[in-house]
Structures are given as C-alpha cells and as structure tokens.
C-alpha cells in the first residue's frame, strides 16, 4: 500500500523569500503524484501532478516540484512567496490497488507568510 | 472547469440524527469520493463509488453509508450521528484513467457539527 509523509506540520516563511515544502512517499511501483492547496474554508485545489517524463514539473501560481526517485521525495517549491500563499498543502500518491483508482493523501503542511 | 457542489457548507445536528450530505459533480466523472478532514489527520477516505450504484469501503467506513443512484450525485449519510463525526468532510470526483493517474476534483466542504 502506498503511504505520504509530510514532516514539516507548520512553517513560516517571509514574503518574498523562497519556499520548500518537503514530501516523502513509499509506494512500490511507479508513483502518480500530486500537489494540492487549501485556502481556508475551502475544498483541495490541483497544483501540479507528476505522471512521467521530466521530473521538475510546472503548476500554477508558480509553482514547481522535482520528483527524485532516489530519495522517494516530491517536494515543492516557489522562489518567492506572496502573502496570497498562505494556506495548507497537501502531498498526494495516486495508484490503483484492487482495480480501484486510490489516492492516499499525507497530513499536510501549514503555510504561514509574514510581512 | 470541474464543478463539484457540496449541498451545504455549514451543518448542526443533534446525536442520533440521520445526516444526509449531498454532493453533485458536473462533468461526468466515474469516480466519486468522500473525505473527513480532521487536524492533524490529513484527509481520511470513507467511501468511494467507481461506477452508479457500486460504493467501495475506503479507510474509515464505520457509522456511514453512501447512495450513487445517478452519475452526478453522491451522498454521504450519517445514519446515527455521535459527536465524534464532527468534522470537515470533503466530496472529490475524477475521471477513470491508466494507473489512477487522473486528479481528483474537489467540493467546497461541509463542516458539520454534531450536538
């Protein structure tokens, strides 16, 4: 079964500064992967996604993530945050298990930007 | 764009109420889910449909039922509320792609408060 690890549950960033938010995942076969963002109060939005090919992926709101097989890691990353990114993000690994499509979400990771 | 609509963004009820959650999708997707947010937690699957009137068991299906009798709807049902399902609970669609590859749709969320 595939599982999602988030360590970081809380970070705080300054406007304008570069931002990386770290995502390990284990699953044993080739991993669909995913970036979602959660405003406050609000339902899970697409960032980006990871199917194959080149592994530094473009979403929006500039964002980006690198897959590293290597090192089981997806992380995310924007060279300069805006106050409007506050917000929690979600990693997520998609596969399918029993002839069923399953998506296995981590615990996420709380954006917290400061003047 | 993916409409997903939840029927209701904030709901009270009192323990041992039969709770019925609505979500309806515009855009002809196979598959439809439902989600529990709860701090900490991350998103925790409680059932999913791949098809109109088949559900599946996800991670946490104890004190819930689902009903798929049309395509576009999926409904979540609380058949005995107790105070630990208060929670965010977070309704997704997506289409049925090769290796789960295809993002999940988001609603806007109903949090629910049981009394």
């Known amino acids: 079964a595939q599982s999602v690890t988030q360590p970081d549950i809380h970070i705080t960033v300054s406007e304008g500064a570069s931002l990386e938010l770290r995502c390990n995942y284990s699953?044993?076969?080739?991993?669909?992967l995913f970036w979602y963002v959660q405003s406050p109060g609000q339902g899970l939005q697409l960032l980006l996604k990871?199917?194959?090919?080149?592994?530094l992926v473009q979403g929006i709101k500039g964002f980006e993530a690198e897959f590293k097989r290597s090192q089981s890691s997806f992380n995310l990353r924007k060279p300069s945050v805006h106050w409007s990114d506050a917000a929690e993000y979600f990693c997520?690994?998609?596969?399918?298990?029993?002839?069923?499509?399953?998506?296995?979400f981590g615990t996420g990771t709380k954006l917290q930007v400061i003047p | 764009d993916v409409k997903v609509t939840q029927s209701s963004r904030y709901l009270v009820k009192r323990t041992g109420e039969k709770v019925f959650l609505e979500c309806v999708q515009d855009?002809?997707?196979?598959?439809m889910f439902w989600y529990r947010q709860d701090p900490g937690l991350g998103l925790r699957l409680i059932y999913f449909?791949?098809?109109?009137?088949?559900?599946e068991k996800g991670d946490i299906p104890e004190g819930y039922s689902v009903s798929r009798e049309k395509k576009e709807r999926f409904s979540l049902i609380l058949e005995s509320a107790s105070t630990n399902q208060t929670s965010m609970y977070l309704c997704?669609?997506?289409?049925?792609?090769?290796?789960?590859?295809?993002?999940?749709?988001f609603g806007d969320g109903t949090r629910l408060s049981i009394l």
């Open positions: 699953y044993g076969a080739t991993p669909y």
């Open positions: 855009m002809d997707h196979e598959n």
């Open positions: 997520a690994v998609g596969a399918f298990s029993g002839g069923y499509q399953k998506v296995t």
């Open positions: 997704a669609s997506s289409r049925t792609g090769t290796q789960g590859n295809q993002p999940q749709h």
């Open positions: 990871y199917f194959s090919g080149d592994t």
């Open positions: 449909s791949y098809d109109v009137k088949m559900k």
